[in-house]
């Protein structure tokens, strides 16, 4: 087995990587900011990957960078401008708003974006990516006994939402 | 059996497959008895199918081809074609002039507003020199999007990774992004009107004013410095900071990005 060129990887793997984005963060906009994020580390880190398990590697990165942005933001969090109630909002028409008004409404994915993010990502990891508790523990770093609570207590908590 | 006992975070793993044998059997032996189990267990599966059904989602059109596209390697090097020296460079010179009598200012303007502050450094703000500079640059780098009639988003050119910032701001287009001393500044233009938003760290008052006519807006927070400046008759300067209020998501990523700029510049980050 080659190891694929970065160019190759973006256009083989890139619904993938772009699917596991969209179902961690819950939007296109930080999804495409995720995907273009993994991308860069996986063209620096290509040289050093060993052909095995492609998507595994992949979630790994997506995750990992998932994590650590969500971190960060906690140790710095983002403040919006100061309000002014004086200002009237102008409305949005661009692009993005356009993409997120043609999208079907998603009960799961709703649901899923309401988990805290360290559930989100095991469930998404679990659910979606279909890597084993083992897998997901050495991806999170995490205990195999952490990753069956977080898998199950997301679960659990998608339970209101998704009653039928 | 402990009847105490409650495999409740077992449930999931058990579905999975993800069980010893014997805990397997315990689990599924307790939930045939246990009618709160069978319950959870029920919504678990429930919760499982309906995870596992969600379908793949395509990118947007061309966001791949646009990523492979402006990768290092598939990048040319920049030209400028003489043509771009014409008539629509002439249309926008009056902006950027303006535009760069007011960056001069603004390197004034940032000393002077965050000279009050322990946090404050003649490095947060632009040098003179600095923004002289990166105006000189936007000039060149705003001509040769324009011919080549890039589409894709803008990317700050020096930083080796893609910066998104909003499309579009006011009515304004975007139409590059440069790293610049401390932060970020990106341009944006509406036929010959431009605007400028620079996000550099450090700490500043809020402290909006004229500059040689022209409008600007600063705001501060979290160590970052958002400037905007416009020209042209009645510069929607207020509007555009409307905006990225307004487009909080957006707008979010633009502070993330500058944030991560400034973490990458900051030795200490």
């Not at chain 2, 596209?69 to 598939?74: E, V």
Request: proline content about 6%; glycine content about 8%.
């Amino acid at each position: 087995m080659t190891v694929p060129t970065w160019e190759e990887l973006a256009h083989s793997h890139g619904r993938f990587l772009y699917t596991v984005a969209y179902r961690l963060t819950g939007n296109d906009a930080d999804a495409q900011d995720l995907v273009q994020d993994v991308l860069l580390r996986v063209r620096r880190g290509l040289e050093t990957y060993r052909p095995g398990t492609l998507e595994g590697w992949l979630s790994r990165i997506t995750t990992n960078v998932f994590l650590d942005d969500v971190r960060r933001k906690r140790r710095r969090p983002t403040v919006a401008l100061p309000d002014d109630p004086d200002r009237v909002l102008a409305g949005t028409d661009d692009a993005d708003a356009a993409l997120a008004s043609m999208r079907l409404p998603d009960d799961v994915q709703d649901a899923l974006r309401n988990l805290p993010e360290e559930f989100r990502a095991a469930v998404v990891l679990c659910d979606v990516v279909g890597l084993t508790y083992e897998e997901i523990a050495e991806q999170l770093r995490i205990p195999v006994g952490t990753v069956r609570s977080r898998i199950h207590r997301g679960r659990a908590s998608l339970r209101g939402v998704l009653v039928r | 059996m402990n009847g105490d006992w409650h495999p409740r975070d077992e449930l999931s793993a058990f579905l999975d497959g993800e069980l010893p044998d014997d805990v397997a059997e315990r689990v599924e032996v307790h939930c045939l008895v246990c009618s709160s189990c069978a319950f959870e267990l029920d919504a678990a599966r429930d919760a499982r199918r309906n995870l596992r059904h969600l379908p793949a989602v395509d990118p947007p059109a061309g966001f791949l081809d646009m990523l492979v596209a402006r990768s290092p390697s598939h990048r040319s090097p920049s030209h400028r074609s003489p043509s771009h020296e014409g008539d629509r460079a002439r249309q926008r010179a009056g902006w950027w002039v303006g535009n760069a009598a007011v960056a001069v200012a603004l390197g004034l303007v940032l000393v002077v507003v965050s000279a009050g502050s322990p946090e404050s450094t003649a490095s947060a703000a632009m040098s003179l020199g600095a923004a002289v500079h990166q105006h000189d640059v936007a000039v060149a780098a705003v001509s040769d999007a324009v011919d080549s009639r890039v589409a894709a988003p803008p990317r700050a050119t020096e930083l080796g990774r893609p910066y998104v910032a909003p499309a579009t701001l006011a009515g304004y287009r975007l139409v590059d992004a440069y790293d610049v001393a401390g932060g970020v500044h990106l341009l944006y233009e509406r036929g010959s009107d431009g605007l400028s938003v620079f996000e550099t760290s450090g700490s500043a008052d809020r402290a909006n004013g004229v500059i040689a006519g022209h409008p600007f807006e600063v705001l501060s927070r979290s160590g970052l410095v958002l400037t905007v400046v416009g020209d042209g008759a009645g510069s929607p300067v207020s509007t555009a900071v409307q905006q990225l209020d307004a487009a909080r998501h957006r707008s979010s990523r633009l502070r993330r990005a500058c944030a991560d700029v400034l973490e990458a510049l900051s030795p200490a980050g």
